[in-house]
Every structure is written in C-alpha cells, then in structure tokens.
Nanobody, 123 residues
Framework: QVQLVESGGGLVQPGGSLRLSCAAS????????MGWYRQAPGKQRELVAT???????NYADSVKGRFTISRDNAKNTVYLQMNTLKPEDTAVYYC?????????????????WGQGTQVTVSS
C-alpha cells in the first residue's frame, strides 16, 4: 500500500511564501516523476510543476519564476516552494507520483495522488 501525505498549506497574504511537502510511504521499489497539481473552485485540475527522478523540472507558465519544485530521493519527498503568491494561486494543491512497487516479483508502476492541501492567498 502506497500513500502520499501532503503538508504545508494554509492562509497567506499576497506576496507571501509557502512551502508544500509530500512524502511517499509504503512498499516502494522506485519513484519516477513527482509533481504538484492544483484545482481552484469551479475549475479543472491543472499541472503546476513536475520533477523527474533525474531532477529535470517542468513548470506551468503561470508559476515560472515564482515556484520551485525539488525532491529528496532519500526521503521519498517532493517539495514546492511558492514565492510571491497571488490570489489566483488559491486552490487545493495535490501531490502526484509515479511509483513502482513489486507484487509477486512483478514490477507494477502506478500513479498515486495525495489527499490535497488548501492554499489560500488573501489579504
């Protein structure tokens, strides 16, 4: 059983910063790409940033230069440092990870989601 547990959300004023964390646990063989997505009320879930196992990153245009994704492979954890936050960044942020597990000597790769953490940017 694999779980992704997020933390770090909250209420922050415009221009402020937050750091999200997401830790994967369970019977993990390896973790490939990890990422963050967000969903604002009435909108579809959208990609925020991803990072591969080798450290290559990808960002949505709306967060480039403000957000930084990183990972600690030893801790199976991905981070999202969010600076210069704007009201339009308000959303539920979800962690996603592509994780390989071993089941009866067979390697199975699946996508996993965290439960989501609320980020609210408001004065």
């Amino acid at each position: 059983q694999v779980q992704l547990v997020e933390s770090g959300g909250g209420l922050v004023q415009p221009g402020g910063s937050l750091r999200l964390s997401c830790a994967a646990s369970g019977s993990i063989s390896s973790i490939n790409t990890m990422g963050w997505y967000r969903q604002a009320p009435g909108k579809q879930r959208e990609l925020v940033a991803t990072i591969t196992g080798g450290g290559s990153t990808n960002y949505a245009d709306s967060v480039k230069g403000r957000f930084t994704i990183s990972r600690d492979n030893a801790k199976n954890t991905v981070y999202l440092q969010m600076n210069t936050l704007k009201p339009e960044d308000t959303a539920v942020y979800y962690c996603n990870a592509n994780i390989a597990t071993m089941e009866r000597r067979v390697k199975i790769t699946s996508n996993y989601w965290g439960q989501g953490t609320q980020v609210t940017v408001s004065s």
